[in-house]
């Protein structure tokens, strides 16, 4: 019996990075060692948005989601013992891209490597962070331009990089349909070639080297089948864009090259152990389809709904993926959906759907013009919660959730308080004492040299990734690269919404939310006042709004005054704003894992102010061990992913009013 040839498996990565630099390191190495084909670099809300780790707004996030990166010996030791000249490095990282990837070319060149032979991915995608993840720094126009300026110097100097991941996957987080996340990840792929080939820095020759080394980096949820057309219909649309709008010729630089993060948005705290079957099913639909396959994977790990995954449960995610590529046949055939009438029918009706948002967008001026107008994030809110909608109705079934709830007890999550990682609190200070002791062993001339230096082209046209680099070699801080930036540049409050969602709920007699609304509306007027007042805050870097908007969307729906200014607020502006707008309550919504320090304080300055009697409550990821505590010190409710009825948190709220108001309970009648 004569073998079959297979394919080579995709890149195999684990998304990660935690606590400091070293004890990154040690884990990538590990990782590696298990067979690990990639490295994926996860790094903290601080180095996200280019803030260093004594800023005030980094308080109780340094090391929580990733890892600290603020200056050069950090990148040293994150990459210490990995020879990059062999490494295929994605780094997720968006508004301060071109930073990090120049931290990485310097060190590439500390160790004798040649540049030109660098490979990996910077995700570098800036519309989707003022859609969906929040991490941007920068206007949508000088943020394009940190874009083309990374593309133009990567073609040029490091061709083998990929300078941008164009982004849905946290589109769909965002609750984007197929159509919504093609169509809108495809528009902001026009928006940067356009960019790029307007700017003059690559001629006209070399187009499609440009477009050969755009990737991107998707989603893929539980929904096996339309998944995989989804992606079927991403490459026939990227090849049809690239061929006819660009003029490229070959058919290899129109390929369309991505990589995938299974759905997180479809993890659950309720069963957790299902989540591990939802994440087999999600990356089928992204390897099964080898005219489709993805080229790199990286999976969440089972028990993110409940906190930051420990080296076991990565290493538990990386072996799904290896049992697939090396025990299965999946490599030794060709595309097993090739002349399906099912597959090709549901294609073709992605592509008409797509091409037609997509002519939408256009007609509005473009991905840019449609992200400053507010459609896109409108779009988003709304289509996330028409999704929550059928969920709380039954109609979206969720095994565990709101179906077959009932359920033996789980020996992964009998201690719960070791089945996460946590993150030593100790940590931060560490950080920031290593952080003044590598301000204070400078050349500190070179530095401000290098930043006056980084300005000056900021306020001209040069391409910026040289003053980059010296910057990067002279020590030059995160923060003190972005806030020279941010000087010339300035910063941008992206659109929330929340205001041009429309109602996703029905309120006819009778129906939770009608319930709601009527405990809602007696309640405003035992308390003399025409309408509750919600302040929804989100204190911290965490730029994961979702949640926050669907409450804020759905309070709006039940009658109350909603206060909500968005993401990137610290505790003092939040207490500023609630006893500004005389709240009867403050929502905090926290994912990043800084409730610990951040919850506390905005309670201690309500009290401070005489405001304590209002309720605050809280929703996020937050582990049972910190629920008590923050309930302890004084939060009226904690929210975590198992309460997942909004108009039931809604109705859990107005019960907080009237307790803090010392109303007796109300139970409205149907």
Known sequence: MTERHKDRPWLMRTYAGHSTAEASNALYRRNLAKGQTGLSVAFDLPTQTGYDPDHVLARGEVGRVGVPV???????????????????????????????????????????????????????????????????????????????????????HIPKWNPINICSYHLQEAGATPVQEISYAMATAVAVLDAVFDS?????????????????????GVRFVEEMCKMRAFGRIWDRITRERYGVGDPKQRRFRYGVQVNSLGLTEAQPENNVQRIVLEMLAVTLSKDARARAVQLPAWNEALGLPRPWDQQW????????????????????????????????????????????IEEMGGAMAAVESGYLKSQLVASHAERRARIEAGEEKIVGVNVFETTEDNPLTADLDTAIMTVDPANEARVVAALHAWREGRHEPRAV????????????????????????????????WAWALRDVFGEFRAPTGVSGAPVAVAAAP??????????????????????????????????????????AVRARDAGFEVVYQGIRLTPEQIVVAALAEDVHCVGLSILSGSHAELVPDVLARLRAAGAGDVPVVVGGIIPSADAADLRAAGVAAVFTPKDFGITEIIGRIVDEIRTANELDPLEVPA
């Open 70 to 156: 603020a200056h050069l010996g950090d990148m040293r030791r994150l990459l210490a013992d990995i020879p990059l000249e062999q490494m295929n490095t994605s780094m997720t990282i968006n508004a301060t891209a071109m930073w990090l990837l120049a931290l990485y070319q310097v060190v590439a060149e500390e160790q004798g490597t040649d540049v030109a032979a660098l490979q990996g991915t910077t995700q570098n995608d800036i519309v989707k962070e003022y859609l969906s993840r929040g991490t941007h720094v920068f206007p949508p126009g000088p943020s394009l331009r940190l874009t083309t300026d990374m593309i133009a110097y990567t073609v040029h």
């Open 200 to 220: 003059g820095q690559v001629p006209a020759e070399r187009r499609g080297e440009v477009v050969a080394r755009i990737s991107f980096f998707v989603n893929a």
């Open 317 to 360: 995610s990386l072996r799904i993926q290896q049992v697939l590529a090396y025990e299965s046949d999946l490599l030794e055939y060709d595309d097993i959906f090739a002349g399906s009438h099912v597959v090709e029918a549901k294609v073709d009706a992605l592509v008409e759907q797509c091409l037609a948002e997509m002519g939408r």
């Open 510 to 551: 009778g129906t939770p939310l009608a319930l709601v609304r009527s405990k809602a509306a007696h309640t405003a007027r035992e308390l003399g006042v025409g309408r509750l007042r919600l302040l929804v805050g989100k204190p911290g870097l965490d730029g994961h709004s979702n949640g926050a908007e669907q409450i």
């Open 449 to 480: 040299e290098a930043l006056a230096a980084l300005k000056k082209a900021a306020a001209g046209t040069d391409n910026l990734m040289p003053a980059t680099l010296e910057c990067a070699r002279a020590g030059v801080t995160t923060g003190e």
